[in-house]
Each structure stands twice: as C-alpha cells, then as structure tokens.
T-cell receptor, first 117, second 113 residues
Framework: AQSVTQPDIHITVSEGASLELRCNYS??????LFWYVQSPGQGLQLLLK??????LVQGIKGFEAEFKRSQSSFNLRKPSVHWSDAAEYFC???????????????FGTGTQLKVEL | DAMVIQNPRYQVTQFGKPVTLSCSQT?????MYWYQQKSSQAPKLLFH???????NEADTPDNFQSRRPNTSFCFLDIRSPGLGDAAMYLC????????????FGQGTRLTVV
C-alpha cells in the first residue's frame, strides 16, 4: 500500500527566506505526486503535480518541487517566502482505484508553516 | 468560475441525530469523493462515486452513507453521529484516472454536541 511521510510537523521561516518542505513516498509503481496547501478552516488547493516527464515541476504562487526517484522524494521549494504562505502543506500520492475508477489520494500528515515577519 | 461548493460551511449536530452534508460541482467531473479530516490529521478517503457507481473504502464505518442523484450533486449522510465523527469533511471531484488532479471544496466543519 502507498504511504507518504512528511518528517517536519512544524517549520518556521523568516519572510524572504527560502523554504524546503520534505516529502517521501512509498509506492510500487510510477507515482503521481501532488502538493496541496490548506489555510485555516479552508479546503485544499493544489500547488503542483507530477505525473511524468521533467522532474522539476513548477506550480502556483512561486512554488516548485523536484521528483527524485532514487530517493523516493518530492520536496517542495520556494526561493523567497511571503507572510501569506503561512498555512499547512500536504504532500500526496495518487493511485488509480481499480474497482471504482477514481483516484485515491493518500496524504502525508502535513507540515505547518509559520512565517516570521 | 467552475468550482466545488460545499454546504453548509459549518454544521452543528446533536449526538445520534442524522445529518446530511452537501456538495455540488460545476466542473462536470464524473468522479466525486468524500474525505474526512480530523483535527491535525491528514484527509482520509471515505468513499467515492464514479458516475453512479458507489465505492466504499474498506474501513469506512457503516454509519457513513452517500447519495449522488445526478452528476452535479453528492451528499454525505451520517446516520448516527458520534463525538468521534467531529471533523472537517471535504468533497472533491476529478476526471477518471490516476493522472488527474482533484479539485476540493472549502469543506464542512462538523461539530457533534
């Protein structure tokens, strides 16, 4: 069964500093990987996704992520963090549900980002 | 804008009193999902519909049911809510397949008193 590990529960960075959020996955086949962001009391917004091709993917709000198959990782990065980036970030792996035709997302436990002004 | 809308945003229900949460979409996606997210935890898939075909996750309690009367709407019914069912419930939609992204609604925060 697939699983996702986000080793950092909380991260605090200063505004303007760079950011890297770690994500490791376990999946038996080619993974479909996602990063979502969740502001307090809100739903999930997709930041970026990796399906195939270029291992460095660009997303919204200046985020990017790099897929490294050898390390089973899909770390999220941003060169300069803004105060509005404070939120919870979830990494997820998608797998086709063979019996139902949907796409099951298995999420990590999330990383809470705090931005100091 | 095409989107996924959940109503209500906040729901308070009494212990044991049936409650229904609703979700609508304008994306015309054929797959709709319900996720449960308890406080400080990751979202967990309860079940999903592919068109009218209902697919339950193996560990979803019988207390949770769902209805999808048409492509646009999907409902989550909790027959006898317990205190442990207090959570954020997230509705999502997607096209068929693993290499498609899911679009989430804003969620319904359920409180059980």
């Amino acid at each position: 069964a697939q699983s996702v590990t986000q080793p950092d529960i909380h991260i605090t960075v200063s505004e303007g500093a760079s950011l890297e959020l770690r994500c490791n996955y376990s999946y038996g086949a080619t993974p479909y990987l996602f990063w979502y962001v969740q502001s307090p009391g809100q739903g999930l917004q997709l930041l970026l996704k990796y399906f195939s091709g270029d291992t460095l993917v660009q997303g919204i709000k200046g985020f990017e992520a790099e897929f490294k198959r050898s390390q089973s990782s899909f770390n999220l990065r941003k060169p300069s963090v803004h105060w509005s980036d404070a939120a919870e970030y979830f990494c997820a792996v998608g797998s086709l549900i063979l019996t139902g035709g949907g796409n099951k997302l298995t999420f990590g436990t999330g990383t809470q980002l705090k931005v100091e002004l | 804008d095409a989107m996924v809308i959940q109503n209500p945003r906040y729901q308070v229900t009494q212990f044991g009193k049936p409650v229904t949460l609703s979700c609508s979409q304008t994306l015309n996606h054929n797959v709709m999902y319900w996720y449960q997210q308890k406080s400080s935890q990751a979202p967990k898939l309860l079940f999903h519909y592919y068109d009218k075909d209902f697919n339950n996750e193996a560990d979803t309690p019988d207390n949770f049911q769902s209805r999808r009367p048409n492509t646009s709407f999907c409902f989550l019914d909790i027959r006898s809510p317990g205190l442990g069912d207090a959570a954020m419930y997230l509705c999502a939609t997607s096209r068929w397949g693993a290499s498609t992204e899911a679009f989430f609604g804003q969620g319904t925060r359920l409180t059980v008193v």
